[in-house]
């Protein structure tokens, strides 16, 4: 098996593929960045709960449960874009963060506080990269 080189690209992927095939659960192997991209996407109702367990190898994996609309089966994230990649890092300040659906979706982004949304960085008022698009 290959080494993965971006790490963000396949957890984002993996959450893709699991929704398109309408898998209630996903298992993701673990870093304390994907960790806390888990946590956003929970805390901004994207997904509907997630766990992180410990593994012999000592990497541990993240299950997330994703959220779906019961009516509509639809999944809760419509897309979820790669947006700053390892061969085009893409940083902004906090005056140029990216607006995603005119403010219903969210931008995860790396800063020197650690990640967050793009709205909580623009309070702070400090930019970053710009990791991904949710909406």
Excluded: W
Excluded at 55 to 75: F, M, N, R
Aim: aromatic share 8%; hydrophobic share 35%.
């Amino acid at each position: 098996m290959s080494a993965v080189t971006d790490t963000i690209g396949d957890y984002l992927t993996r959450v893709r593929n699991a929704m398109m095939a309408r898998h209630r659960v996903v298992e993701i192997p673990a870093s304390n960045l994907k960790k806390r991209i888990t946590e956003i996407l929970y805390d901004q109702g994207y997904i509907f709960r997630y766990k992180f367990e410990d593994t012999p190898d000592g990497q541990g994996i993240i299950k997330v449960a994703l959220k779906y609309d019961p009516i509509s089966k639809e999944p809760a994230i419509r897309k979820l874009v790669r947006y700053s990649k390892p061969g085009l890092r893409k940083y902004s300040g906090s005056d140029d963060l990216p607006r995603v659906k005119n403010g219903l979706g969210i931008a995860i982004i790396s800063t020197s506080k650690g990640l967050m949304t793009d709205k909580e960085a623009r309070s702070q008022n400090i930019g970053g990269e710009i990791l991904c698009l949710v909406y």
